[in-house]
């Protein structure tokens, strides 16, 4: 890509030169295009995912679900399923809340909830008396197989007396809307204020334009390839539970689950996740069916199995997004900004699910304004409780939210004081750094202008008219649609990584951050191998499990490289250190004259040298050893956030429209992007298209629908929620920008997995609204269908 | 649930006929095992029809082809002369499903699952093919509109199986072609399909028409009114107009979660007249 490094078509280039297919010819170290080494295992079937995972004398789980949006259980009879053919247990509400087990935790201490506004009601693994969405647990089956349990569990009679239901956003603030927990007097979940409303309100009152858009941010559902699943196992003699967890957080769940739910020392629980088939956030939470298998588990003395259907999963997984938004922009006469004022109703589902309070206030309003100077911003948002399965984080989780907001608002200014989006863009963006917010964050770096005119040149913006015009002589509307999105990196502040030495001459990499198919295994060995030189082969990789690994944050807000790889990179400099303390000792030298490269310490002009395992044996075998050396090289090295950092890139979009269906055909897409430090070029464009194509299909395609009135789920399979394919979208191409470097990390890194994802929506919806802007269209919300379109023309 | 894979017709139709409760054909099962699976159906005798030789077959018969209940979207795809002469009824059958799917799926199979949105029928119509059907009462042949009656039913009579299509010949200069909505690129249920097909004259008018419309109304539809205004024409701007008018007006579908009732009635119209332009095009060679 013009003007850019790292271009994934040049790393693939500087792979192949290398020799990365041939063995021995590799190269390893940070900034290489290394193909991710635990793509063999997945690829060829050999991963470990929870399902493959085999458990002696294992039972597994059925989950009776409420078909109702809203009800009171007024019976529950479970003779019938008690006595069908191989059940082993029925656990029922009765049998659970005689547990007393506390509530599931949802973090709510976030700065700006404002003071008494919150309702904060008790979620329990099993509903409690009402049923309060469509899928709410109601009873746990128990069998030898799974199909006895599905069985046995539709011969679980449930009486329910309906109760009215409501699940449209928009209105469930009303006044005359049902109550979903009556006690409260309305279904306000809280109040969030941040920002200067007064100042806000002043510049509105001097500006010469007030845009204002009304836009929705479409509920959307995770859908990773591998469904959730767990297994719980009880060790009766030491009282262990453990949860094995298709999962990503396995410390805070144990957390999380230990002290609140079981009430329990974190010692006396465990939880272990294998290889997962992507998460996307929606696998960090504590479920229901956590907590039921394991106190099945302890019931029943055996293991106990849940894996989610697929269908099951549109009724059990966290849905995403799902805010009703009205957005206005202060603009002087020159088409500067002078201030943003968010007043967002956001949905929480039927109760609080572990960060679904985060996600539209304390993870959102970090990137508030986007890569444009903004000098007021204020921010309102009203989170709302509703018949529906409860919302939490999802690729991006506030980010992408607040990127949308802006972009699309940047387009609705451009559209209504008749200003090209390319020039109202170039008139705003952020060029001084470090850039302070409003509300509170400095940016510390960025070259947002380079970046987004790299991505103009590379799809072309000069010869849009043209192919503008060829379209229209194929009977066709053509777009174009630009997203210069800022992202924030978050996630668990600080971690802790291990370098532990074994005694095969190799070394491993004990994470507490935890991959779902990110690439982790690879980048982290590029950092062990780059700083220690250490042999790629011999660096081991190890997650995921609360009994190995002490301490974790996990994943989520794309922090795993940013946090984590600078906690592995302070590991191996620690290795070194202590490495080159020990070989004064053992080659009998002067610190001065210690020098170490390739993985060998060396006394400067002489032939005595020792490599790092070596060292490791000998001291690990030495007797008596100096104060000032360690007797293992084995570290724990640790890293705590103290700043943020913020990727950020434009991805430019273009579209043909179909003014006869309505259909919309992607026909290019251009991402450049701002990473800070790129460790791996082909990970890092995975991660960036990976996330694209989940934002082009919340775009297009992707959206939960709840049927007004019953409240009853109508996208309840891949049938019905269509999820973006190959064939939706076009070469990628992806260019890295590097000329901001963030010293925010010992890395220099701002993270990139959710980047791709919080870019993308506002890039497809703004080339559809330009393709349409002849006919007077000025905003559609997602997801984009063809009849959608096709409607907005007939009006238009 | 019995299931048998006799190697006869006669066998076949014996065990059907003979079937105590509920009985069903297996062919491709692209949409038989799915409604297994999922506890739609629950039949007491499964008889699988692909071991009979004779069901496997295309055959040239009398300048068009007799395809063979049994015969998949892939095998059909690969023929050279139904592909010649019939390209809409094929590209219609390919577009069912995936590559994966076409493996195994059958023309006869769609026609006797008896949606209204199946993409093979509004060809079949089009191409006003006839279905071989073989009964305890011996052979008889059918147009394929006159199989389905309604969403999930067919006029067969207990004991008969549906044993081949036939395209028939048409004269030189023919074209037909099927089109279908989808919101996705592939892999999907169509809003609304439409097929086309026509005869031309040396001097490129069109002296014969026939249009089908699927997913627009309970069965799939043949629009006589959309044939008559292309007779007569060269396919000028009037007769596409006309066509889409009589295609829109021909619909009586229901508002469903893939599409509304006014989205469906234009949107018909509109692949109408685009298949028309391809049926056209091919007309001309």
């Keep these: 890509m013009p003007g850019l490094t790292n271009s994934p078509g040049a790393a693939i280039d500087v792979a192949r030169k290398q020799g990365n297919t041939r063995p021995g010819m590799e190269k390893f170290g940070i900034g290489q295009a290394v193909r991710r080494r635990e793509d063999e295992r997945f690829l060829t079937g050999a991963g470990r995912y929870i399902d493959d995972q085999h458990f002696a004398n294992l039972t597994h789980g059925a989950v009776v679900r409420s078909p109702h949006a809203h009800a009171r259980i007024v019976s529950i009879d479970t003779g019938e399923a008690e006595a069908a053919p191989g059940v082993v247990a029925v656990i029922t509400p009765d049998v659970y809340f005689a547990q007393g087990f506390g509530p599931i935790p949802a973090m709510t201490a976030i700065d700006g909830i404002v003071e008494g506004t919150l309702n904060h009601p008790p979620r329990h693994a099993l509903a409690d008396a009402t049923v309060r969405y469509v899928g709410e647990p109601v009873v746990f089956v128990v069998a030898e197989t799974k199909f006895k349990a599905l069985a046995a569990a539709e011969l679980v009679t449930v009486g329910y007396e309906e109760l009215p239901a409501v699940v449209d956003l928009a209105h469930t603030l009303d006044a005359d809307s049902p109550m979903i927990w009556p006690e409260a007097g309305s279904n306000l979940a809280f109040r969030f204020e941040k920002g200067d409303a007064a100042g806000v309100e002043a510049a509105f009152e001097g500006a010469a334009h007030r845009v204002t858009l009304d836009l929705v941010n479409n509920r959307i559902a995770p859908m990773a390839i591998e469904p959730r699943g767990v297994v719980g196992e009880y060790d009766a003699e030491s009282g262990t539970l453990t949860l094995n967890v298709s999962g990503q957080a396995v410390h805070a769940q144990r957390n999380q689950m230990a002290a609140a739910v079981f009430k329990v020392e974190p010692d006396s629980m465990r939880v272990v996740a294998g290889d997962v088939g992507g998460g996307f956030g929606a696998k960090n939470f504590v479920y229901p069916e956590n907590i039921l298998v394991m106190l099945a588990a302890k019931l029943t003395g055996r293991p106990v199995k849940w894996i989610s259907e697929r269908s099951e999963a549109f009724l059990s997984e966290v849905h995403a997004r799902d805010h009703v938004t009205r957005a206005e922009l202060a603009v002087d006469a020159e088409g500067r900004f002078l201030a943003l004022s968010v007043d967002t109703i956001a949905n929480m589902g039927s109760c609080l699910s572990t960060m679904g309070p985060v996600v539209p206030t304390a993870a959102s309003w970090v990137s508030m304004g986007g890569t444009y100077v903004v000098p007021n911003i204020h921010m309102s948002v009203r989170a709302a409780y509703t018949n529906t399965m409860p919302v939490d984080a999802y690729r991006g989780a506030g980010r992408p939210e607040a990127a949308y907001i802006m972009e699309r608002l940047v387009d609705a200014a451009a559209f209504d004081l008749g200003i090209d989006p390319v020039e109202i863009r170039r008139r705003n963006f952020v060029r001084d750094y470090p850039y302070s917010m409003p509300l509170g964050l400095t940016i510390d770096c960025g070259d947002f202008s380079g970046t987004f005119e790299a991505a103009a040149e590379a799809i072309g913006l000069d010869g849009f008219d043209g192919r503008r015009a060829a379209s229209e002589a194929r009977g066709r509307a053509r777009g174009i649609g630009l997203s210069s999105y800022l992202e924030v990196t978050l996630g668990m502040p600080s971690e802790a990584m291990e370098l532990r030495f074994e005694s095969d001459d190799t070394v491993t990499i004990l994470a507490g951050t935890h991959s779902t198919g990110q690439g982790h295994e690879t980048a982290y060995a590029q950092i062990v191998h780059e700083t220690l030189g250490v042999p790629f082969d011999r660096i081991g990789f190890r997650q995921g499990d609360t009994a190995a690994i002490a301490v974790g944050g996990g994943h989520g807000g794309s922090r795993s490289l940013k946090i984590g790889g600078s906690t592995l990179l302070r590991s191996a400099q620690s290795v070194r250190e202590k490495g080159r303390a020990a070989a004064v000792h053992i080659l009998d030298a002067a610190a001065d004259d210690i020098e170490f490269a390739d993985g060998l310490f060396a006394v400067r002009g002489t032939n005595r040298r020792i490599g790092l395992f070596e060292l490791e044996r000998a001291v690990r075998e030495a007797g008596d050893l100096p104060e000032t050396v360690a007797p293992t090289l084995t570290t724990v090295g640790r890293f705590e956030r103290e700043r943020h950092s913020f990727p950020n890139g434009c991805h430019i979009a273009e579209v043909d429209v179909d003014p006869e269906t309505g259909d919309v055909d992607l026909l290019a897409y251009v991402i450049a992007d701002d990473f800070g430090r790129i460790v791996n070029p082909l990970i890092a464009a995975g991660q960036a298209r990976g996330g694209a194509v989940q934002g082009i299909g919340q775009a297009l395609l992707e959206g939960v629908v709840y049927e007004p009135g019953s409240g009853q789920l109508f996208t309840g399979s891949l049938m019905d929620y269509a999820l973006p394919r190959a064939d939706t979208v076009p070469d990628l191409p992806v260019g890295f920008n590097e000329a901001a470097p963030t010293d925010t990390n010992p890395l220099g890194v701002k993270g990139a997995g959710e980047a791709g994802a919080t870019g993308a929506p506002a890039a497809i919806v703004n080339a559809v609204l330009d393709a349409l802007k002849p006919h007077g269209v000025r905003h559609l919300d997602m997801p984009l269908t063809p009849e959608k379109v096709w409607r907005a023309l007939l009006q238009g | ?285």
């Design chain 2, 1 to 285: 649930m019995q299931y048998e894979a006799p190697q006869t017709l006669d066998a076949a139709v014996a065990l059907l006929a003979d079937a105590r409760g509920a009985a069903r054909v297996l062919a491709g099962g692209t949409d038989l095992l799915v409604q297994l699976r999922s506890g739609a159906i629950e039949p007491d005798l499964v008889v699988d029809i692909k071991r009979i030789d004779e069901l496997k077959k295309i055959t040239a018969e009398d300048g068009g082809y007799r395809i063979g209940a049994a015969v998949s979207g892939a095998e059909l795809g690969e023929h050279e002369g139904v592909r010649a002469l019939w390209p809409g009824v094929v590209e219609a059958t390919e577009l069912i499903g995936s590559t994966q799917v076409q493996g195994r799926a059958t023309m006869a199979g769609n026609l006797c699952n008896a949606s209204p949105a199946a993409d093979s029928v509004p060809a079949m119509v089009a191409a006003d093919a006839t279905a071989r059907i073989v009964g305890p009462d011996g052979v008889r042949d059918t147009s394929v509109r006159d199989v389905a009656t309604g969403p999930g039913q067919t006029s067969l009579g207990r004991g008969e199986i549906v044993v081949s299509i036939f395209l028939p010949a048409r004269p030189a200069r023919s074209g037909d072609a099927y089109l279908r909505f989808i919101p996705r690129t592939e892999m999907d249920i169509a809003v609304v399909g439409a097929a086309v097909s026509v005869s031309l004259d040396d001097e490129g008018t069109c002296v014969a028409a026939r249009v089908s419309l699927g997913a627009v109304a309970a069965r799939v539809l043949l629009v006589d009114e959309g044939a008559r205004v292309l007779i007569g024409t060269k396919l000028d701007d009037d007769a596409l107009q006309a066509l889409a008018a009589a295609a829109s007006a021909a619909c009586s579908p229901i508002n469903d979660k893939r599409g509304t009732i006014e989205f469906r009635t234009d949107v018909a119209g509109v692949l109408a007249r685009r298949a028309a332009q391809t049926a056209f095009e091919r007309a001309k060679g």
